[in-house]
């Protein structure tokens, strides 16, 4: 069969990516991976006009399939602000679905914008957005299928640059730096205009002169031309009222639906040690949130890792429920949730009420810095039936610093407890492996081993299967070590990503296959005094006071959370 044309010419997937996918022939069915892409377009609601004839054409790649793409909001914000420049153009390209991938592979084609159905190769760069130690390998996928070259040395004058942001892009750039050319550390609104300037007053000039007006840029981190005498400093959005706050396009097709996202808050003042979130986006910001922005009459998905500490949340919840609106959050903080929180979250439309201890006893929330007691989970709990919550979902980390057996079991505990003093409302207990993560206090610990996160996620499905109103849900301990070694590990790991790209995604044939070792990555106890893969980057985060805090974390001593323009401890604030 011919495989489909575009543009006059026939689009060729890469041999390697090819022979990695395994197509049932007497199974599949043939998918127009054109007309797909065309009713896709059709059937978004909003979206913006894309000058097709900007100096700079930019595709900008999401590496997991449409419907997570379209659900990240720091995706949007990213085209939107790409195309209101009056010299870039931007437009979107994900990775394939599974059946559109094997048609790919079946006909041949390379992957293409959805905008104006081009390939790849006929952008002057190619830029990542990356969210997710995982998604890592499909970086790698796509490059494949756009018949570009997987690795940064391999490219030429006429390939596009491929760049990478998002927070993978920000704490950790390492494992991809020899299939990254560029990396923009930090906040993307500071940093775009002078990208696109650099990019535009290179055109035409050979690789590495692009390469180097790249890394002229403030907070862009180019690992070939990289000089160990300077750190690259992470780019702060101070102000983000001069930057939109909402996603441009809605579609049902998206993870979490047709819900138009709005930015409320960015950073965290909580000071939790596990959460890098809390750590590489400080100091913690709020919005001022526009009503335009609340899309009055449909939903509005509320973004922000402490969206109920920011100072006008429940005026801001109010105006969208007064306006005929819903909206949802995907977590509540302990601390913030109030009877009058829980109703209105109920008249906004929400109907599962989702907290995160994070850990079962006192004792190792002391360790993490969560500090909440039994009895302030118990009156979030309370608060949520009284407003009429039916079902809540608690979240829980295996395998934190210090973690015994016991505390593990305090997790059943606790759940048992809920279950009886609360026996209308279902209970989902949800469980991940813990991941010390770069640039926070605990990137200087090992990472549990496998066979003992199975263990404790073995007793506490067991103890949650036996409490009447709840149920277990857990992520893989595999695939968390996974995640682990990605985090934390350095340019090495790009050939084994490229192998596991090829493989069909299997790491550990990909580890034997290079010779790299995991368990040097993750499960090996850092000394102080160890230069980190990470340590070129500059955070402004004090890594003395990432050191104290870790000291704190294994006295089990606790940190107030921050304290905006009262103190200077850890560095973010100016």
Partial sequence: MKGLVHCGRALGVSSALAQSISLPYHEAMAVDLFEKAKARVASERGGLSIDGAAAVRIALAFPNE????????????VYRMLNDMPNASCERVFLPDAIDMDEHARTHTEIFTLESLRPLSEFHALA???SFELDYINVVRMLDLANLPALSRDRDDHDPIVIAGGPCATFNPEPLADIVDAFVIGDAEEVLPELVNAMEASLGKPRKARLEALASVASVYVPSLYDVEYRVRRAVARDLACYPASSIIRTDEAEFGDIGLVEVTRGCPRKCRFCLAGHITRPPRARGVALDDLRSGSRSGLVGAAVFDHPEALDICRSIVDAGGEFTVSSVRLETVSPE????????GQRTLTIAPEAGSERLRRVINKCC???????AVSAAREAGFARVKLYFMI???TETDGDVTAIIGLTGRLSREFPAIQFQVSASSFVPKPWTPFQWHAMERENVLKKRYARLRSGISSIKNARFTGESPRLALVQGCLARGDRRLGAVLVAAARNGGDYGAALRATGADSAHYIHRERSEDEFLPWDHLDMLIDKGYLLAEYKKALREDTTAPCSLGACRLCGACE
Wanted: charged share 20%; glycine share 12%.
């Fill in 373 to 379: 007691a039994e009895e302030q989970i118990l009156e």
């Fill in 341 to 348: 929180l829980a109703r209105l979250m109920i008249e906004g």
């Fill in 66 to 77: 449409y419907r997570v793409g379209m659900a990240s909001l720091g995706y949007q914000l």
């Fill in 128 to 130: 990542f957005s990356v």
């Fill in 399 to 401: 395998g934190l610093p």
